[in-house]
């Protein structure tokens, strides 16, 4: 390189002291592995020394389980055993300590409900066969007739079928009972009118011809009919639940206590030895008017019992 035209001769190059020259020769001797990249290289880069690789096979898949994932993704099962480090799943519910005797227990306790139920039904069917069959037996059954009861040297057998037990009801076996004691009443009234009125027919002779003959007629006549018109007709309607026997039993009745009232009275030679008969026959025969004055309480008592029961 041509040396500077314009330097001055007698300036000193710094750079050419020879402790400089001496510093930049070490430097381009330390540096030297640090290659211009914009230079071609001529020399050839050093070699590291690599541990030889040892190629080996791949590793097969393994074969997917019966329980494992298919191709698809989709757990077709148990899920597969990845190396044995996890809990393998299984299909099903953990096992619970204890709930096996819980549920025996249980079941114990619904085969014992189930019997109790099972015996229930059981139990009310035969109530209710047993029900039908009464009923049954009640309306159409054999009904051998016994009432009035009559001993069996008489020569007349019992007219009608008579069991209140077993024909009314339970729950309407008192108010039957009831009528049908009211009835019996009704008969001691018009037998011991008949009483009276023959005893009255003895003593005072044929001036009580009438009343005698008419109390005669009123008890083979009203004692018999009485049984059928009101209290047989109650009888039926509840053992037959009949609305029609019931209004024909509540118009008899009404007429019964209606043939009361009259008997308590007592005309004249009306055939009921009543207040007004009792009376008359006081003034002759005492007895005769005491027993009247019974009667006539009797046929008093008679009307009232009808008319409470109604």
């Not at 002291?17 to 990249?37: C, I, K, N, Y």
């Not at 590291?48 to 898949?61: D, K, M, N, R, Y």
């Not at 009247?292 to 008679?302: M, P, R």
Request: overall charge negative; hydrophobic content about 40%; charged content about 15%.
């Amino acid at each position: 390189m041509d040396e500077n035209p314009f330097a001055d001769p007698s300036h000193v190059n710094p750079f050419m002291d020879p402790s400089v020259t001496q510093v930049s020769a070490q430097s381009t001797t330390v540096g030297a592995g640090l290659e211009d990249p914009f230079v071609a290289q001529t020399t050839e880069p050093a070699t590291v020394p690599v541990a030889p690789v040892i190629s080996q096979p791949p590793a097969e898949p393994a074969a997917p389980s019966a329980g494992g994932f298919n191709a698809g993704g989709y757990n077709s099962g148990a899920p597969p055993n990845y190396g044995g480090n996890y809990a393998s799943f299984s299909s099903q519910p953990p096992k619970q300590y204890g709930n096996e005797e819980t549920m025996q227990k249980q079941k114990l306790v619904e085969d014992e409900f189930r019997k109790r139920e099972e015996d229930l039904e059981r139990r009310e069917r035969q109530l209710r066969d047993e029900q039908k069959r009464l009923e049954d037996a009640r309306v159409y059954g054999d009904r051998v007739p016994n009432f009035p009861p009559l001993p069996h040297f008489f020569p007349c057998d019992p007219c009608v079928y008579h069991n209140i037990d077993f024909d009314i009801p339970p729950e309407h076996q008192l108010s039957v009972r009831r009528v049908f004691y009211h009835w019996q009443f009704t008969v001691f009234c018009y037998l011991i009118n008949f009483i009276v009125c023959f005893g009255m027919i003895c003593k005072l002779g044929t001036k009580a011809g009438s009343a005698f003959g008419l109390s005669l007629l009123y008890a083979g006549l009203f004692i018999p009919l009485s049984f059928l018109t009101w209290y047989r007709m109650l009888y039926n309607a509840v053992r037959l639940d009949s609305s029609m026997r019931y209004m024909l039993f509540f118009f008899m009745y009404g007429f019964q206590i209606f043939v009361s009232g009259m008997a308590a009275l007592g005309f004249q030679s009306g055939g009921f030895a009543g207040w007004i008969t009792a009376f008359k026959t006081m003034e002759e025969n005492k007895g005769l008017g005491v027993m009247g004055i019974l009667v006539s309480l009797a046929w008093c008592a008679d009307c009232l019992i009808a008319v409470y029961l109604i």
